[in-house]
């Protein structure tokens, strides 16, 4: 069992950069593929980024590719998404979640394909 707990949001001005994180309880924790997924008012959750178990595979949605960096350390038990030059269409609450298994990057996109989610971060970004 897996349990996530986000931090590291905040409220920041359009070019500036930050990080959140995902601290993982659990001591297979390198066995779970990790997404970071948004959702913003009134909008459905959104498939942000993707990191295999080993953390060299990773996936992104076009509209952050180049601006975010999705990497984990599993000696920490940790995945984190550094964002940078964000724009106010990137506010959301943001949310990691994690499964085990066998994935396609396909899989990976879909937040119904995962099994565990923490509870969010809210990231604001003022224009």
């Known amino acids: 069992q897996v349990q996530l707990v986000e931090s590291g949001g905040g409220l920041v001005q359009t070019g500036d950069s930050l990080r959140v994180s995902c601290a993982a309880s659990?001591?297979?924790?390198?066995?779970?593929?990790v997404g970071w997924f948004r959702q913003a008012p009134g909008k459905e959750r959104e498939f942000v980024a993707a990191v295999g178990g080993s953390g060299s595979i990773t996936y992104y949605v076009d509209s952050v590719k180049g601006r975010f960096t999705i990497s984990r350390d599993n000696a920490k038990n940790t995945v984190y998404l550094q964002m940078n030059n964000l724009k106010p269409e990137d506010t959301a609450v943001y949310y990691c979640?994690?499964?085990?298994?066998?994935?396609?990057?396909?899989?990976?996109?879909?937040?119904?394909?995962?099994?565990?989610w923490g509870q969010g971060t809210q990231v604001t970004v003022s224009s």
């Open positions: 979640a994690a499964r085990s298994g066998s994935y396609t990057s396909k899989i990976l996109g879909s937040a119904t394909d995962y099994t565990h």
């Open positions: 659990g001591r297979t924790f390198s066995s779970y593929a």
